[in-house]
């Protein structure tokens, strides 16, 4: 048989977090690569509880659900997204396995070939997939500490008239960082006056560290919302709950809603429904914020561990950030590395991060790299990165 | 905002699946329309059980999973076919969220617009939507009580050169049928001579009534399975054991698995891996093949309620043939009647189904019907036989 396999084939690259999740099995290899979440806090108890519920509820449970998602669980999220000052209702919502799934369908309804997506400088590499894989024509824009560079983003807006503006505002991956109010309110007003729809992907927003009066609002609440709205905003239950569960959800005007359930149809007809009665019965039983507030303790721990031995190691020429929120460090190294090389030698010594070229849409930065520091313990932290250090020994300059 | 939506947005048309679930919403319609299983025979003590194993496993049950899918469930689906006479691997095995999104992910992967997919006359109204959306060229095959007809289909191959030929063997959604051997075995030398790949769908294939005896061999099993093989199969254990945990499996040519793992990866991630650790608890704690005995026997008893209740309406000039598994009766009325008018009149009266019209993929038969027998129990479906008798009186000439 000689399979003819279609031209989109061919973005399907070869996948570096695939791998990942194969390297993060091996017991002995101490992994920041990956995107996880810590083990040890997920809600186990209360998922039991709320599973306990749902089957108390008889046999229907089982049954079908709809496209858009468990209706009652849209409900609560609504409520959940009024106290945080997003008014919206379950015609304006869509459940998801995932964010990701948030990310592909959008992209269904509104990205023909050749259509050119605008993007942060690095971004998230899996939604880059998606948008090649639909045939866009990805262009980077600045991208410093503060968020995108509005200045920048005018210039393509005018030279490319993109149809979709990518932003990870609050604490990006790979990049950790947040944008400013003003940066957040310039994209909105650029989009807006030119018609570019933003897709706000907001996976970690919950993850927030330091003082609880600091806010950073979702681009999505500072615009109208959500009829008409230019910002279609995508979350998910895999950092605050667990991913297991694999439900995300989305909210945008209701016709773009009612376009993207229509294509979910066709992709999978719905999403787990017993996963969906599961989250709902959580959310209603168990105090969820209460819970993020223990697990954003519990990661900026973590993250000023991982902050205060980068500090140590003292290598020579490598910069970062110290994130405020999310799961990840974003360094930046001499510029003669290739991380993708120190890789191989760092696997070999017993530890993994993600190369950071794969995050970028063109032109990549190879002496870059990202790593988690929610995932791996106090000792293992310790452990992988001194192993960090020795690989990087062998490369860096004193 | 001016949304600029894709020029795709337009394949996925209003769909008569999701205005039928919202229909069943409805308690006084009885509704033969959705493809439901029943309800009271979902396995729930066992569910409940293998979800308490799964939970005891510890906090590593709620994280991330592999695009690929729970390596244990592949393993153990794996063992369950190969009692069946198929020997493949977990390698040659992708788990879905429901075999829907296997059809969406192969299609995703091997057509380009204009290709040419075959399919049955009448076909899988949700497979017809999927294969529109990524701009392919559908013709209808003639089909009959035995199968595809091998004279057509060789002639269609030989004036289209289709890339994909799309059926359901067993229990055929709509019409119920099974094809004989003959047919499978033609229908396999004719692709395999010519490069079409066959994507079976195979839902309902253990859903078998009658004489145990008889069997009806997949065209996957027919062929040399799994590399090199011309079959891409695919089912679910949405019939099986129940739809909420949204698990369907794809096995294929392990080349054609690892392309849709990129896919699915961009599509989104996974799939609920808690539902695919539930799902193989329950395959080793729970006899899940005296289970599907049993819920064959239930719906043979359904088909033959129905069967009778169709036999006394001696209904002039209608037509249907008594199906040997599955979920459905496909009503073929006199040629002047427009089912989907007759629909409105039908929900008026309480009850419902699907008129035959959107299960073709050109040059629909206006006349036909789809009712589903496994959902509705003994009461109900004489009630709704009698309300769907009362709404065919206006339109029947006797």
């Known amino acids: 048989m000689n399979y003819r396999f279609s031209a989109r084939l061919g973005t399907f690259s070869s996948s570096a977090v695939r791998e990942i999740l194969k390297l993060t099995q091996k017991k002995s290899v101490i992994s920041f690569a990956g995107g996880l979440p810590a083990e040890e806090h997920f809600p186990v108890a209360a998922v039991r509880n709320a599973f306990e519920r749902v089957m108390a509820e008889g046999n229907k449970a089982l049954q079908y659900g709809l496209t858009e998602g468990y209706l009652p669980l849209r409900e609560s999220i609504c409520r959940w997204m009024t106290r945080k000052g997003v008014s919206v209702t379950p015609d304006d919502m869509l459940l998801t396995t995932g964010s990701q799934q948030a990310i592909d369908l959008l992209t269904r309804i509104y990205i023909d070939p050749g259509d050119v997506i605008l993007v942060e400088r690095p971004t998230y590499l899996s939604a880059l997939q998606v948008f090649r894989s639909y045939g866009a024509s990805l262009i980077s824009v600045k991208t410093d500490a503060e968020g995108m560079d509005l200045e920048d983003l005018a210039a393509k807006i005018k030279q490319y008239r993109p149809k979709m503006v990518y932003v990870i505002p609050t604490f990006s991956n790979p990049t950790g960082k947040a944008w400013s109010l003003d940066r957040r309110k310039g994209v909105l007003k650029l989009c807006r006056e030119n018609d570019a729809l933003i897709l706000e992907d907001d996976p970690y927003g919950e993850l927030k560290f330091g003082d609880a009066a600091v806010t950073y609002p979702s681009i999505f609440s500072l615009d109208q919302h959500p009829a008409g709205s230019c910002v279609v905003y995508t979350s998910t239950f895999s950092k605050t709950v667990a991913p297991a569960l694999r439900t995300g959800w989305v909210m945008a005007d209701p016709d773009i809603i009612r376009h993207m359930a229509r294509a979910k ?88 991060f993600v190369p950071g070229a794969t995050f970028y849409a063109e032109n990549p930065q190879h002496n870059t790299m990202r790593l988690n520091f929610t995932h791996t313990d106090f000792e293992g932290t310790i452990t992988g990165m001194c192993r960090l250090s020795q690989a990087l020994e062998s490369v860096l300059v004193r």
Chains 1, 2 share one sequence.
């Open 265 to 352: 149809q066709a992709a999978d007809l719905h999403s787990s429904s017993l996963d969906q009665q599961t989250l709902y019965q959580l959310m209603e039983h168990f105090d969820l914020d209460a819970h993020i507030s223990f697990v954003r303790k519990e990661y900026e721990k973590r993250m000023r561990q991982m902050a205060d031995l980068l500090e140590q190691q003292q290598w020579p020429g490598v910069k970062w950030t110290e994130p405020k929120g999310g799961m990840f460090f974003w360094l930046e190294l001499p510029a003669q590395i290739d991380t993708a090389e120190l890789l191989k030698t760092a696997v070999d010594l017993g530890v993994a």
